[in-house]
């Protein structure tokens, strides 16, 4: 599916630094969602966003902070990350209001904090 | 709250041959959906298929179909005639009424040629 892009793909960064991810879609959805994945977990629901609205929060840390200009865009800014946040961060579309709401996900972001 | 549970961390199959792949869910709503994704090596998620819970015809995707039971709240994914691009981590996927998608702790599925 490349109906979702994800730049960049690969990440490392210090504890100090400020990064951003960001996640496009061209699929006319009005949904979008960050997940995390860790090594042996399941994937984690970061943040939801219908109608460029935040409309979920799932006890994220502060140091990640959502941002979505449009349908289109969702960013994720990183600032003052642990060694613990790395993983693979995940951005999907979805068309809100409908029965199914199939999610389409985008390649991932893999991030590695030093 | 919602659950999905996938009890197999890895199978395996022969090229060419079926596998079953498990997954079980704890719900109380009547009315939501279930996917599988696949995520092969290069990380992408892949929808494989989805099945609406209202729905008792078993969802069918070429090679992939399901077997959804709806009151033993299992829903088990078939891959017949596996090819060595099936080889991937396969995770279940429950929608809830609010939207929110819960996944399940994924099984690596190996194909050997």
Same mark, same amino acid.
């Given at each position: 599916?490349?109906?979702?892009?994800?730049?960049?793909?690969?990440?490392?960064?210090?504890?100090?630094?400020?990064?951003?991810?960001?996640?496009?879609?061209?699929?006319?959805?009005?949904?979008?969602?960050?997940?995390?994945?860790?090594?042996?977990?399941?994937?984690?629901?970061?943040?939801?966003?219908?109608?460029?609205?935040?409309?979920?929060?799932?006890?994220?840390?502060?140091?990640?902070?959502?941002?979505?200009?449009?349908?289109?865009?969702?960013?994720?800014?990183?600032?003052?990350?642990?060694?613990?946040?790395?993983?693979?961060?995940?951005?999907?579309?979805?068309?809100?209001?409908?029965?199914?709401?199939?999610?389409?996900?985008?390649?991932?972001?893999?991030?590695?904090?030093? | 709250?919602?659950?999905?549970?996938?009890?197999?961390?890895?199978?395996?199959?022969?090229?060419?041959?079926?596998?079953?792949?498990?997954?079980?869910?704890?719900?109380?709503?009547?009315?939501?959906?279930? $996917?599988?994704? %696949?995520?092969?090596? &290069?990380?992408?998620?892949?929808?494989?298929?989805?099945?609406? !819970? +209202?729905?008792?015809?078993?969802?069918?995707?070429?090679?992939?179909?399901?077997?959804?039971?709806?009151?033993?709240?299992? $829903?088990?994914? %078939?891959?017949?005639? &596996?090819?060595?691009?099936?080889?991937?981590?396969?995770?279940? !996927? +429950?929608?809830?009424?609010?939207?929110?998608?819960?996944?399940?702790?994924?099984?690596?599925?190996?194909?050997?040629?």
């Amino acid at each position: 599916e490349t109906g979702v892009t994800q730049t960049p793909r690969h990440l490392v960064m210090g504890m100090t630094n400020k990064k951003s991810l960001k996640c496009e879609q061209h699929l006319g959805h009005n949904a979008m969602y960050w997940y995390k994945q860790s090594a042996k977990k399941p994937l984690e629901l970061m943040f939801v966003y219908s109608l460029e609205e935040r409309v979920e929060n799932n006890s994220v840390p502060s140091r990640f902070s959502p941002e979505c200009p449009n349908s289109s865009h969702l960013f994720l800014h990183l600032h003052t990350l642990q060694p613990e946040d790395s993983a693979l961060y995940l951005c999907a579309s979805s068309r809100s209001g409908t029965t199914s709401g199939t999610q389409y996900f985008g390649p991932g972001t893999r991030l590695l904090v030093l | 709250a919602q659950t999905v549970t996938q009890s197999q961390p890895e199978m395996s199959v022969q090229e060419a041959e079926t596998v079953t792949l498990s997954c079980t869910y704890d719900t109380s709503e009547s009315d939501y959906y279930l $996917f599988w994704y %696949k995520q092969p090596p &290069s990380r992408q998620m892949i929808l494989v298929i989805r099945q609406e !819970a +209202y729905k008792q015809q078993n969802a069918t995707e070429n090679r992939f179909s399901v077997n959804f039971q709806k009151a033993a709240k299992s $829903f088990s994914l %078939k891959i017949s005639d &596996s090819q060595l691009g099936d080889a991937a981590m396969y995770f279940c !996927a +429950y929608r809830s009424s609010t939207g929110k998608l819960i996944f399940g702790q994924g099984t690596t599925l190996q194909v050997k040629p």
